[in-house]
């Protein structure tokens, strides 16, 4: 049997993992960042907590989600979480050995004054997404032209304080052989806090050109997963409007996410985006297709979702 609370935690650092045989999932590997999920966990339930991981292009392993927490540095509060869950979970001087300081990469660089060619490429790349130079500014968007980022925008995510608690990069290359390229560091965050109102309705989507597109208290994922603190604090914030505009591929997370928060007595709206993410759509396009959109009802979510079995 497979240890669901389990998955959901893993899938909380690394990402949603892909289901694949023998109770396993396969996820992005974060030692080597490889393009196609080779970092197999397995989670089938046993009474020794021993639940093998490997990639098959690194050769990184181990035989607990302890010790992949542990090389790739996670936070206390999912060891924490770890302990309920498996056994063998100290918790003794787990603050002390996990606990770093997030840092933008020394190669970075902002767009101010900046006029070598790299800059330029990025700059062009930026125009294509429909990223203005005020978008730049506000979010403190910079690019890398060497080192693990080369050649990649870099976007950052700051608390409510204005601290750094995460970045995710962007290649620019034309055809890239790593599209995205992310801190070895947890998920678990509130992205973008710095700027979301918690007494306006919020719209959750999946990256940050679709939250720059969308340009009103739009919070993205990185991905397809909402976090637990991000969760937490949606069901305990005053905000009462809630739009989902996940990606058509996603549409059973995004269901997912209705329930859990319409079970909470949230108001919720599920934007259906035909095809076409924000950022491809546009502000305006976008705003008019969420003025079409009614508050989910449980009947219509139960429609909704059998419609995908």
């Given at each position: 049997m497979v240890n669901e609370l389990l998955v959901n935690l893993v899938n909380s650092v690394l990402g949603a993992g892909k289901r694949t045989a023998r109770g396993n999932q396969s996820y992005t590997c974060p030692f080597c960042h490889h393009h196609k999920p080779k970092l197999e966990v397995n989670f089938t339930e046993n009474k020794?907590?021993?639940?093998?991981?490997?990639?098959?292009?690194?050769?990184?392993?181990?035989?607990?989600?302890?010790?992949?927490?542990?090389?790739?540095?996670?936070?206390?509060?999912?060891?924490?979480?770890?302990?309920?869950?498996?056994k063998n979970v100290s918790l003794h001087n787990i603050g002390e050995s996990t606990s770093t300081t997030l840092e933008l990469p020394k190669e970075f660089k902002t767009f101010t004054n900046s006029k070598d060619i790299v800059a330029r490429h990025a700059w062009s790349y930026l125009k294509k997404r429909n990223v203005t130079q005020q978008d730049i500014l506000k979010y403190n968007i910079g690019y890398c032209n060497s080192g693990q980022y080369n050649n990649m925008i870099v976007i950052p995510s700051y608390d409510s304080t204005g601290k750094l608690n995460y970045f995710t990069a962007r290649s620019f290359e034309p055809n890239p052989?790593?599209?995205?390229?992310?801190?070895?560091?947890?998920?678990?965050?509130?992205?973008?806090?710095?700027?979301?109102?918690?007494?306006?309705?919020?719209?959750?989507?999946?990256?940050?050109?679709?939250?720059?597109?969308?340009?009103?208290?739009?919070?993205?994922?990185?991905?397809?997963?909402?976090?637990?603190?991000?969760?937490?604090?949606?069901?305990?914030?005053?905000?009462?409007?809630?739009?989902?505009?996940?990606?058509?591929?996603?549409?059973?997370?995004?269901?997912?996410?209705?329930?859990?928060?319409?079970d909470v007595g949230k108001e919720v709206y599920l934007v259906e985006l035909q095809g076409k993410d924000p950022s491809e759509l546009g502000f305006e396009n976008f705003t008019k297709l969420i003025q079409t959109v009614s508050p989910l009802t449980q009947y219509k979510l139960m429609e909704k979702k059998l419609s995908t079995i």
């Open positions: 020794d907590g021993i639940n093998q991981w490997a990639c098959w292009t690194c050769s990184k392993k181990g035989k607990s989600i302890k010790s992949l927490f542990n090389q790739i540095k996670v936070d206390a509060n999912h060891f924490h979480e770890l302990s309920k869950l498996v052989y790593t599209k995205y390229r992310n801190p070895e560091t947890s998920r678990d965050i509130i992205p973008l806090e710095l700027f979301i109102n918690w007494d306006l309705p919020i719209i959750l989507c999946e990256g940050p050109f679709d939250a720059m597109a969308i340009k009103r208290n739009a919070v993205p994922l990185f991905g397809k997963n909402i976090q637990p603190s991000l969760m937490k604090k949606l069901v305990e914030s005053k905000v009462q409007k809630i739009y989902i505009a996940l990606d058509n591929d996603a549409i059973k997370q995004a269901l997912r996410f209705c329930e859990q928060l319409l």
